[in-house]
């Protein structure tokens, strides 16, 4: 089922298949990329309770293993719209018999979308229902079309942080799994990253060190979508590789995938969130539009 918001300025479309938005309308302006499978069958899946890849797809802990594929279990899950309002929704899922195979914790999930103005503010909530710590990463991966309402070309693009960055790229194998290594990565004076579709034949690019915000403009038009990720502490950029791909995908992540030369326990994960008894984890984003 789809569910619609709109507050007379951004129209909103959310799906009980993975709480994952389906259209972003602004002023009668396509801006979601919208799933054509040539390229990327989705549009903008929310990761849980892991981002990327794990090792051999699989982790452990407290001594058993667990299969997982990527981005976790939540794309593939149906949430139940428990609250909506004129310009808010929410979606949440439960631990079950499905997610207890793949993940041994009891837990409440819920995202979260609110339209204020030109804005859709993101939400993730993470509530541990076990007496035990539950253990998890989470993210976003929402495409936008490129180029924005048909105004130029992709390389007429560019991204712009919001602020002077000193970025660290982060290093990947090739099955997309963490190298270990970190490189600087410069921008044009020092904030613009101008698009091509070169800059994804290996794949995504992942950053740390980052500014808060990011932007997707073109001189060419006033259109435009800025991504603010203050609670998250890594970025990506990513379409399909090696493809003429007409859209991008801006991807707050607060947490990285494996490591190529090993599985993770995944108490000892890199960056994973350890929540307590009763406890409440919450990460908000949001997407501004012209």
Known sequence: MIHTINNGIIELSVADSGGEMMSIKYTDAEYLWQGDPQYWD??????????GRLKDGKYTYEGNSYKMGIHGFIKRSILECVEKTDNSMIFELKSNEMTRAEYPFEFLYRVGYELKDNSIVITYNVENLQSKPIYFCLGGHPGFNVPLDGAGEFSDYYLEFDCVAQLKRIGFDKACLLSGEKFPYSLKDGRILPLAHSL???DAIFFEDMCSAITLRSAITER???VDYKDMKY??????PRSDAPYICI???QAM??????????TTKQDVIALNKGEIYQNAWSIALT
């Open 42 to 51: 989705e549009r903008a899946i929310n990761l849980f309770p892991v981002n």
């Open 200 to 202: 994804f034949d290996d």
């Open 224 to 226: 435009s979508v800025r």
């Open 235 to 240: 970025l990506g950029l990513w379409h399909k």
């Open 251 to 253: 991807e707050p992540w």
């Open 257 to 266: 995938p494996s490591y190529g030369d090993r599985i993770d326990d995944i």
